[in-house]
C-alpha cells in the first residue's frame, strides 16, 4: 500500500501563489502517476495534473499555464505550483497515485485546504 500527505495549502488573494507537496510512503514499487485533483464546495472533484515517473506532464484546461506539476522520485514527493490564483480556484486539494502494478487501483491523500479570496 501507498500512503499520500497533502500539505501547503492555505488563505491567499487572488493572483497570489501556493505550493503544494505531497509525500508519498510505504511500498516503493507501488508508486506510479502522480496527480493531483481538486473538489469545490458542492462539486465534484475534478482532475487537475497528473505527471509520469518519467516527468510527462498533463493538465486540465482550467489551470494550464497558471499551475505547474513536478516531482522529486529521490524523495517519492510530488508538487504543485499555483500561481495566479483566482477565488474559482477554492477547494479541497487531493493527491492520487495510480499503482503501476493492479489496473484501477488509486490511493488518496487526505486533502488540504485552498481558499483564494477576491
Known amino acids: 500500500q501507498v500512503q499520500l500527505v497533502e500539505s501547503g495549502g492555505g488563505l491567499v488573494q487572488a493572483g497570489g501563489s501556493l505550493r503544494l507537496s505531497c509525500a508519498a510512503s510505504g511500498s516503493i514499487s507501488n508508486i506510479g502517476i502522480l496527480g493531483w485533483y481538486r473538489q469545490a464546495p458542492g462539486k465534484q472533484r475534478e482532475y487537475i495534473a497528473r505527471?509520469?515517473?518519467?516527468?510527462?506532464?498533463s493538465y486540465a484546461d482550467s489551470v494550464k499555464g497558471r499551475f505547474t506539476i513536478s516531482r522529486d522520485n529521490a524523495k517519492n514527493t510530488v508538487y504543485l505550483q499555483m500561481n495566479s490564483l483566482k477565488p474559482e480556484d477554492t477547494g479541497v486539494y487531493y493527491c492520487n497515485n495510480r499503482s503501476p502494478r493492479y489496473e484501477g487501483t488509486d490511493y488518496w491523500g487526505q486533502g488540504t485546504q485552498v481558499t483564494v479570496s477576491s
Open positions: 505527471i509520469s515517473s518519467g516527468g510527462l506532464t
